[in-house]
């Protein structure tokens, strides 16, 4: 059943009363992502109850919802009128919401094709950390009236504002779906994933998982029908179950207690060589690695590879989540921070250990 | 005269110290030499630079920036200068650092899509480079054979595909970045994410408020198949933007839905003979693309929706030629506009696409109310309206009548749901309508992100966002809020 309640105003209370206390909060939707980031400092403040879908227009292709309100209502919503959130979405659980989903700025398979979480955000209200409620971008397409708050709340981990209502924008369901599999070894598979993307062809998610080369076509039937022509490969049997089980991290290649590491590469980057298992998304562009190796290595790697390294899940050390950020660039998101939220009441700790 | 920070500065001395980081013929100082420099593409305002720049080197624009920074004296960035809301207007105390001499493409990347080039590339000049790999840029402003990514990226620019291939912020992967202090960083990453907050977003459509870009790696999409374009006619504005609507419905996603009214679509007939018929109220440009076979079906069933909401005609282009020709229309329709009127000013409002029909009938009983005629062209599936007000800048009073035209569009764009800028920027020109569309504590939420960039207020200031003694003076006064004496380019006559 679906849950509707503005409560920003009790939202927006809490927030002045921590911001005068200089008490610092740990905000909580579902929880659902609770593993992610560092270890957190501060009173937990529940933002789950400001929920509901507020505006849903299938021809204006948006939607406009309270953070609160779960994932998997937002998504019955839109496949009602056969309309989905293209990036797909990570839940992790049952309770996800979309507050977390952009907060963490998580995407799911179709993420290098369609685009990502911050690519649909069209549109964002907040409270800052002087408790102030604030509306950025909107609930159009195109919108460059002032800077682009909006998708620089998307996986700030709720450490600028606390995210209250969220537009994006919504894309049609493809009509037709296939997924394709051939037996390819790792560096084959990125490269011939990526030759094919440089065809115009209806790939709409490829990933890897060490034996097979699994690749999504999606679209107008004729187009995928003629797409299956050209990549070859036979159609799975339990056909896109697949994609679901790599986003929800419940495909058995992530049935381990080793850390998780993410991986985010250039596309077309070689295999790497780390020891330890690995899975690849994105077409090459996301690359999941279970390793006990230590974090400099694996953060040398990425780095040498032109990409960078996450501690996804699993880490003993939670105070080195993030691949470090150094110099100018450093001192820069310090001061965005005190821009959002001077005294750094929202979570604290949960980005980089000094803020 | 003095500086940001109330110190004197000598012009010959800043020139002196600028002379030590470039070669002589690299900074103009000449009031006559600056004088093509004064304005960009809204050339109804005018100011001559205390300095410009032209570094063709990294390390040139970072000595720059350090040196500005030292003395506290402003800069503005300029790229082709076809920017159309003043964002690259001049200061006559500030340098304009100009980045024409930035027009390498470093480096193609076939496998990886991507191409990493100079600030001072035009946007086509990508597109024709990566063609025979079968790749190109998808972003493509009207301007596009002679606007730069630079620019681009500072507008966050979008253009006739974005519905389908999304704006600049979509395109991009990779920013080199000097900020106002001279330090150089790089944003995003050759991946496709970056730790930290997502400064790429944030720089995109910054109008060169928050740093001076000097490198962009953009995204390369192969081109599709086959694109094919069709032409409706409708006797109706009203019941071409309900079309626009049901064939979104239908699940079709239009690489390019584009609308003139009967006024533009005239006028760019007039100009360029693209066969458009010259007795519709409006007209529907709607591309397909993708493979052989999506595009056949597809065309199909937006033909049969088309029909079935009262277009009067539909036309498919029967070749590439004719489908070039139908786009030539559309893409020229401001320079078609523009011989028909003396002047003209160009709006960029968006709107919910619902309210579109009941925002030209506003907009034509706005124009009847001023005695100015607007012709309108849309980006009609995303929302996006360039009405175009046709005035004579020789007429006394008219510029100012056509500017109060053009604020009353804007503000009735917000008041709909929308914006008052969909992609040429706030600049110089919107600074009043920035007041309408947002709260005091939102604008200082801006200004403080601004501070965090650039504490000292020294990139292209008096630019895109508003101060606040601004705002109150615009509530208080409205339209006879004044620019500053001598800017428009009819008061100096």
Redesign the interface.
């Known amino acids: 059943m679906s849950r509707e309640l503005d409560n920003s105003v009790e939202l927006q209370e809490a927030v002045r009363a921590a911001a005068a206390e200089n008490r610092p909060l740990n905000l909580t939707g579902g929880n659902s992502k609770a593993f992610y980031g560092g270890e957190i400092r501060g009173t937990p403040l529940a933002v789950d109850s400001h929920c509901g879908v507020i505006n849903y227009e299938p021809k204006e292709l948006v939607l406009t919802a309270r953070a609160g309100t779960r994932l998997d209502e937002i998504e019955a919503v839109l496949l009602a009128q056969r309309q989905m959130l293209a990036f797909e979405p990570p839940h992790f659980g049952n309770n996800a919401t979309l507050g977390g989903s952009i907060a963490c700025g998580f995407s799911g398979p179709r993420r290098p094709y369609a685009g990502s979480a911050r690519d649909f955000v069209l549109g964002v209200r907040i409270i800052n950390g002087s408790g102030e409620l604030l509306r950025f971008g909107g609930e159009v397409m195109k919108n460059v009236a002032g800077y682009d708050i909006s998708r620089l709340m998307c996986g700030a981990l709720g450490t600028l504002g606390v995210l209250l209502d969220v537009s994006l924008k919504v894309l049609p369901v493809p009509e037709c779906e296939i997924t394709l599999v051939q037996e390819r070894s790792q560096a084959e598979a990125i490269k011939v994933v990526n030759q094919w993307a440089s065809l115009p062809l209806p790939i709409t998610a490829a990933c890897y998982d060490g034996l097979q080369l699994y690749l999504r076509l999606s679209g107008e039937p004729e187009a995928v029908a003629a797409g299956k022509n050209l990549v070859g490969g036979s159609e799975t049997p339990e056909r896109n179950r697949i994609w679901s089980d790599i986003r929800e991290h419940r495909h058995a290649f992530f049935d381990s207690e080793r850390p998780l590491w993410r991986l985010s590469l250039p596309l077309q980057s070689a295999p790497v060589e780390l020891p330890g298992k690995q899975l690849i998304d994105w077409g090459g562009a996301q690359r999941w690695l279970l390793s006990d190796a230590a974090a400099a290595e694996i953060r040398k790697t990425a780095e040498a590879h032109g990409g960078h390294a996450t501690l996804f899940r699993g880490s003993v050390n939670r105070n080195d989540v993030f691949h470090p950020l150094t110099g100018p660039l450093q001192a820069l998101h310090l001061q965005l921070k005190r821009a959002f939220d001077p005294q750094a009441i929202f979570n604290r700790g949960r980005l980089y250990p000094d803020f | 005269m003095t500086n940001r920070a109330g110190a004197s500065i000598n012009k010959q001395q800043l020139v002196a110290e600028l002379q030590t980081i470039l070669p002589p013929q690299a900074v103009i100082h000449e009031t006559e030499a600056l004088r093509p420099y004064e304005c960009d593409g809204l050339s109804a305002y005018r100011r001559v630079p205390l300095v410009t720049v032209l570094p063709e080197s990294r390390e040139q624009v970072v000595q720059i920036m350090q040196l500005c920074h030292r003395r506290k004296i402003p800069v503005v960035a300029r790229g082709a200068a076809t920017g159309l809301s003043g964002g690259a207007l001049p200061l006559a105390d500030g340098v304009l650092l100009s980045l024409a001499k930035f027009n390498r493409i470093l480096e193609i990347?076939?496998?990886?899509?991507t191409a990493r080039v100079q600030p001072g590339v035009r946007n086509l000049a990508i597109s024709e480079a990566v063609a025979g790999?079968?790749?190109y840029y998808a972003p493509d402003p009207s301007s596009q054979i002679a606007c730069t990514i630079g620019g681009n990226v500072a507008?966050?620019s979008?253009g006739v595909h974005?519905?389908k291939y999304?704006?600049t912020?979509?395109n991009i992967l990779q920013l080199q970045v000097v900020?106002m202090?001279g330090?150089?960083?790089?944003?995003g990453?050759?991946?496709?994410?970056?730790?930290?907050?997502?400064?790429l977003?944030?720089m995109?459509?910054?109008?060169g408020?928050?740093g001076i870009v000097i490198e962009v790696t953009v995204k390369l999409l192969?081109?599709?198949?086959r694109a094919q374009v069709m032409l409706a006619a409708f006797d109706d504005v009203e019941k071409a933007a309900t079309a626009v609507?049901?064939i979104?419905?239908a699940?079709?996603?239009p690489a390019g839905l584009e609308m003139m009214d009967g006024m533009a679509l005239r006028a760019a007939e007039d100009f360029v003979h693209a066969g458009y018929p010259t007795d519709a109220a409006a007209i529907l440009l709607c591309e397909v693309d993708?493979?052989?076979?999506?595009v056949?079906?597809?065309a199909m069933r937006v033909r049969d929706l088309l029909r079935a909401q009262g277009a009067v005609e539909v036309r498919t282009a029967r070749n590439d030629a004719e489908r070039i020709s139908f786009w030539k229309g559309r893409k020229n329709a401001f320079p078609a506009v523009g011989r028909i009127s003396p002047d003209y000013y160009c709006m960029d409002g968006?709107?919910?696409?619902?309210r579109l029909a009941e925002v030209l009938t506003a907009i034509g009983r706005l124009s009847a109310e001023y005695g100015l005629p607007v012709a309108n062209v849309f980006?009609a599936?995303?929302?996006?309206l360039h009405p175009l007000i046709l005035y004579d800048a020789n007429r006394p009073g008219e510029l100012k009548c056509a500017e109060d035209l053009g604020a009353e569009i804007l503000e009735l764009c917000v008041r709909v749901?929308?914006?008052?800028?969909?992609?040429?920027?706030?600049g110089h020109e919107?600074l009043h309508?920035?007041c309408v569309?947002?709260?005091e504590?939102?604008?200082e939420?801006?200004r403080?992100?601004?501070?965090?960039?650039d504490p000292d207020g020294l990139l292209n200031p008096g630019k895109?966002?508003p101060q606040p003694r601004h705002c109150s003076e615009y509530k208080t006064l409205g339209k006879e809020v004044l620019t500053a004496p001598g800017l428009r380019a009819g008061d100096r006559a």
């Open positions: 990347d076939p496998a990886g899509r790999l079968g790749l507008e966050n979008g974005c519905l999304g704006l912020v979509h900020t202090a330090d150089l960083i790089t944003i990453s050759g991946s496709l994410d970056a730790p930290g907050y997502d400064l977003a944030l995109t459509g910054s109008e408020m928050l192969p081109v599709p198949q609507g049901e979104i419905a699940g079709v996603i993708g493979t052989n076979e999506e056949s079906a597809t968006t709107v919910p696409r619902k980006h599936g995303d929302g996006n749901g929308g914006t008052i800028t969909g992609e040429h920027g706030v919107k309508q920035m569309q947002f709260s504590g939102e604008l939420q801006f403080a992100l601004k501070r965090a960039f895109a966002i």
